[in-house]
């Protein structure tokens, strides 16, 4: 990025709805490393304001408009009530709508603010930070901020309660410039286009010449489109040997730590099963493997599951209701929003029956069935996310799987368990 665009002469800062905490990073900083410290600071500001605001629209459902830019505006709500008026807006001639991916209150006068020192702190460094002109979004006066700290509780407040209203701000800017006589214009993006095109014409319009900025001179922004075979892995989860979550696995790597180790007694006896000289029929060559370790751990009451029926279930079974909750919490998913956001598709890979084949001649109680068929493991996990389950015994699936990806679901779970429990896997 291109240093002197942070300070220069004649210079506004304009921001919109949650790109204002970005604009206050760029309006507090002289310089890049400024921008850096500042950059992190926005980042905890925006988890925080984003967990409050969530908390907060939770209790209403009132609609509201949250945003006026141009001719359109921007109504919020709850989903249900949303639902309504864009059924009833859809018998109104000329009148086009979009919904927006926005999933909580912002801009809402109408509710009670946040608890201001929950979002924003005062370390001693923000108070040294001084601010170039700012302007409001829903008004035509730069933010009263003498420090960053200052301008951040200002920038939030703004978020949570004030209806964005560009146009004014637009204005003040316009007056400015025709009473300093500073032309041409130029306009440096620092976000999404659409931004700089509602300015760009806003200032056109006013008969000021607008000179928009090189694109290579910026931070590299991508298109929001992407080709239709992209996929985003947002989320991971695994079980391994010497491994139960993902930064364990990673430091495994990392360390280069080699895992295999003698048979532990309670899982076989190796000495009565091994024969190096491969002459004993049915034993194995070698007495050392990688195990996994509390591999029958299980929460059974987050999955509705009692203790009966649990200790019949298949440890596979177990560790893969595990890891897919796991891996959708990592992910940030709370669940369908939308219409859109009820296309999951799910792809799980089951190898073997070694579960059911091991207890086949001990103590059989009510839950043997569906504790050890494989067909199971994939229809525990659908049933308890309410959906389907489509089970299919294949040698060569890829060309079936091929075609049900082009059925475009939103978000697909992925998933491969392997478990060799028998002693008879290792001849």
């Known amino acids: 990025m291109d240093p002197t665009i942070l300070?220069?002469?004649?210079?506004?800062v304009l921001g919109l709805c949650s790109g204002l905490l970005s604009a206050t990073a760029v309006a507090a900083a002289n310089n890049v490393p400024q921008l850096i410290t500042a950059a992190h600071e926005v980042i905890r500001v925006a988890l925080r304001l984003g967990i409050s605001v969530q908390q907060r629209g939770l209790l209403h459902e009132q609609v509201y408009i949250s945003a006026?830019?141009?001719?359109?505006?921007?109504?919020?709500?709850?989903?249900?009530?949303?639902?309504?008026?864009?059924?009833?807006?859809?018998?109104?001639?000329?009148?086009?709508?979009q919904r927006l991916p926005i999933y909580t209150a912002f801009h809402a006068s109408h509710l009670h603010p946040p608890r201001m020192e929950d979002i924003v702190a005062t370390y001693p460094i923000l108070l040294r930070y001084g601010v170039s002109t700012f302007l409001s979004p829903s008004s035509d006066l730069p933010y009263p901020a003498a420090n960053?700290?200052?301008?951040?509780?200002?920038?939030?407040?703004?978020?949570?309660?004030?209806?964005?209203?560009?146009?004014?701000?637009?204005?003040?800017?316009i007056k400015d410039v025709i009473e300093r006589e500073v032309q041409p214009v130029q306009v440096t993006l620092l976000g999404a286009p659409n931004?700089?095109?509602?300015?760009?014409?806003?200032?056109?319009?006013?008969?000021?010449?607008?000179?928009?900025?090189?694109?290579?001179?910026?931070?590299?922004?991508?298109?929001?489109?992407?080709p239709p075979d992209a996929i985003a892995v947002v989320g991971v989860s695994v079980r391994?040997?010497?491994?139960?979550?993902?930064?364990?696995?990673?430091?495994?790597?990392?360390?280069?730590?080699?895992?295999?180790?003698?048979?532990?007694k309670d899982r076989f006896d190796i000495d009565l099963h091994c024969d190096p000289n491969g002459k004993v029929k049915n034993s194995s060559l070698s007495a050392f493997g990688c195990f996994i370790d509390r591999r029958g751990l299980f929460d059974a009451r987050l999955f509705n599951v009692s203790p009966r029926e649990a200790n019949q279930m298949d440890p596979s079974h177990r560790r893969l209701l595990m890891a897919t909750?796991?891996?959708?919490?990592?992910?940030?998913?709370?669940?369908?929003?939308?219409?859109?956001?009820?296309?999951?598709?799910?792809?799980?890979?089951?190898?073997?029956?070694?579960?059911r084949e091991y207890n086949i001649?001990?103590?059989?109680?009510?839950?043997?069935?569906?504790?050890?068929?494989?067909?199971?493991?994939?229809?525990?996990?659908?049933?308890?996310?309410s959906g389907m389950d489509l089970r299919m015994q294949l040698i060569?699936?890829?060309?079936?799987?091929?075609?049900?990806?082009?059925?475009?679901?939103?978000?697909?779970?992925?998933?491969?368990?392997?478990?060799?429990?028998?002693?008879e896997q290792t001849s």
């Open 396 to 423: 060569w699936p890829a060309p079936l799987v091929q075609q049900l990806w082009i059925l475009h679901a939103r978000l697909y779970c992925v998933e491969d368990v392997t478990w060799l429990l028998r002693k």
């Open 148 to 173: 960053f700290a200052e301008l951040l509780s200002q920038v939030v407040q703004e978020i949570c309660q004030q209806p964005l209203v560009p146009l004014k701000a637009m204005k003040s800017i």
């Open 195 to 226: 931004l700089e095109k509602f300015i760009s014409w806003t200032l056109h319009d006013s008969g000021l010449t607008v000179v928009p900025e090189e694109p290579s001179s910026l931070i590299y922004f991508p298109t929001l489109e992407t």
């Open 361 to 385: 001649s001990q103590d059989i109680d009510l839950y043997y069935v569906p504790g050890g068929l494989r067909a199971f493991g994939s229809g525990r996990l659908n049933y308890y996310s």
């Open 68 to 97: 006026e830019v141009g001719p359109g505006l921007t109504l919020s709500g709850s989903p249900s009530t949303l639902n309504d008026i864009s059924q009833m807006l859809g018998a109104v001639q000329n009148c086009r709508k």
């Open 240 to 264: 391994l040997p010497g491994c139960e979550n993902l930064e364990e696995f990673w430091n495994i790597l990392r360390d280069a730590k080699d895992l295999h180790r003698k048979v532990p």
């Open 325 to 355: 909750y796991e891996a959708l919490e990592l992910a940030g998913y709370r669940g369908a929003v939308g219409a859109e956001d009820q296309r999951v598709g799910t792809f799980i890979g089951l190898t073997a029956d070694d579960w």
């Open 7 to 12: 300070r220069p002469q004649h210079c506004f």
